[in-house]
């Protein structure tokens, strides 16, 4: 079994930075595509960017693209998003998740969740 587990949530003006973790504990997850959704009440869980386990390959919403960096570091079974020029519509819950086989973008096919981490951006 493997839990991710997301930090670096946070309050943040429009325009700001954040970074957001997601370690995993158990089995290594060297063998899953690691990938970050975001919620808003009321909405369906969004893709926001995936990158697959070996860290060759890295895809993003086009709402982020050029905003947001997903990165991984194997050797600390942690991945990572750099969020920069955040706006209101950042504003979510973030998940981070663990995915094996199927489209990346579809929240079914991610085999493992974290429990989220708050984002607040102020305008």
């Known amino acids: 079994q493997v839990q991710p587990v997301e930090s670096g949530g946070g309050l943040v003006q429009a325009g700001g930075s954040l970074r957001l973790s997601c370690a995993a504990s158990?089995?290594?997850?060297?063998?899953?595509?690691m990938g970050w959704f975001r919620q808003t009440p009321g909405k369906e869980r969004e893709f926001v960017a995936v990158?697959?386990?070996?860290?060759?390959?890295?895809y993003y919403a086009d709402s982020v693209k050029g905003r947001f960096t997903i990165s991984r570091d194997n050797a600390k079974n942690t991945v990572y998003l750099q969020m920069n020029s955040l706006d209101s519509e950042d504003t979510a819950v973030y998940y981070c998740?663990?995915?094996?086989?199927?489209?990346?973008?579809?929240?079914?096919?991610?085999?493992?969740w974290g429990r989220g981490t708050q984002v607040t951006v102020s305008s």
């Open positions: 998740a663990l995915r094996s086989a199927g489209g990346y973008c579809y929240s079914a096919n991610y085999d493992y």
């Open positions: 990158i697959t386990w070996r860290g060759g390959s890295t």
């Open positions: 158990g089995r290594t997850f060297n063998n899953y595509d």
